[in-house]
C-alpha cells in the first residue's frame, strides 16, 4: 500500500489531467460552438443578401412595368384628345357653314318676302310673350 501522501500526489495528479482534458474539452467545445454559429451566421447573412437582391430586381422590374404602362397610358391619352380636338373643329367648321347658308337664306327670304318675315317676327314674338309670367297690378 503506498502512504497517504503519496495517495494524495496521485490523486491531486489525476485530478489535475482531468481537469486539464476537461478544460480542453470545454476549449473545443466552445470552438465548434463558434465556428457552427459562424457559419450559420455566414448562411443567415448570405440569405438574407439573396433576398435583398431578388427584392431589388422585382422592386426594379415593377417600376420599370409601371413606367412603359405610365408611357403607354399617356399616348393613349394624347391620341385621344388630338381625335376631340380633331372632331371639335369639324364640328366647329360645320356649324359656320350651316350659319352661313341660314344668314344667306334669311337675307334670300328678306328680299323676296319681307311681309313674311316681319309676320314671322311677330308671331313669334306673340309666342315670347305669351310664355312670360303675367304680373298682377293690385
Do not use: C, H, W
Request: net charge positive; no cysteine.
Amino acid at each position: 500500500m503506498k502512504p497517504f501522501s503519496e495517495a494524495a500526489r496521485d490523486t491531486r495528479a489525476k485530478a489535475s489531467e482531468l481537469a486539464e482534458k476537461t478544460a480542453e474539452n470545454a476549449r473545443l467545445t466552445a470552438e465548434a460552438a463558434k465556428a457552427r454559429i459562424q457559419d450559420g451566421y455566414g448562411r443567415a447573412r448570405a440569405a438574407t443578401d439573396e433576398l435583398a437582391d431578388r427584392t431589388r430586381a422585382a422592386t426594379s422590374e415593377l417600376a420599370d412595368r409601371t413606367r412603359a404602362a405610365t408611357s403607354e397610358l399617356a399616348a393613349k391619352g394624347r391620341e385621344q384628345a388630338e381625335v376631340a380636338r380633331d372632331v371639335a373643329e369639324q364640328a366647329i367648321a360645320k356649324g359656320k357653314v350651316q350659319a352661313k347658308r341660314a344668314n344667306s337664306k334669311l337675307k334670300d327670304v328678306a328680299q323676296e318676302q319681307p311681309l313674311a318675315l316681319v309676320a314671322g317676327a311677330v308671331a313669334l314674338g306673340a309666342l315670347i310673350g305669351s310664355l312670360l309670367p303675367k304680373r298682377n297690378n293690385d
